[in-house]
């Protein structure tokens, strides 16, 4: 499995080799090697699935074939978008890939049920600090 973005998200994801040493829930959390391989092999990825996926050959030996590389082509267009792309060779040769320029957009309702996925029910979901100023611009 390859995932190729800009060269600032792999950085910032810890570079080529991220996500292989031991994972904890906090590091798989960050890796998307883990996250691509307990899609491929469950369909889904939630806070409640972290312990079960952890424990599970099959999705750590994914992980461990995953690589992070970095796509020039991506870097050039990044932060104005967010290519990404990931292509799995199969046992027999053959590729498939998908790619996107930016993330799908998203309404407050798809947001609010991803959200419900994802967050743990029993943890708060108010934003707990208060920061002064205006956040910046996003460039483009």
């Known amino acids: 499995i390859e ?3 800009a060269r600032q998200p792999v950085e910032m994801l810890g570079g080529a080799s991220a996500g292989h040493a031991a994972l904890n829930r906090e590091t798989a959390d ?3 090697g883990f996250a691509i391989a307990a899609i491929l092999l469950t369909g889904r990825l939630s806070h409640a699935d972290y312990d079960t996926l952890l424990a599970d050959p099959r999705v750590l030996g994914l992980n461990d074939a995953t690589t992070l590389v970095e796509d020039p082509e991506a870097t050039k267009h990044y932060p104005r978008e967010f ?4 292509t799995l060779t199969l046992e027999g040769g053959a590729t498939l890939s998908a790619s996107q320029r930016r993330p799908r957009p998203t309404d407050a309702q798809g947001f609010a049920a991803k959200l ?6 029993n943890r708060a979901r108010a934003w707990p600090w208060q920061l002064p100023g205006k956040a910046p611009a996003f460039p483009g």
């Not at 290519?83 to 990931?86: G, K, L, Q």
């Not at 419900?116 to 029910?121: F, G, I, R, V």
Request: proline share 19%.
């Open 116 to 121: 419900a996925q994802l967050w743990p029910s």
């Open 83 to 86: 290519p990404a792309r990931v």
């Open 3 to 5: 995932i190729a973005l």
């Open 30 to 32: 960050h890796s998307p």
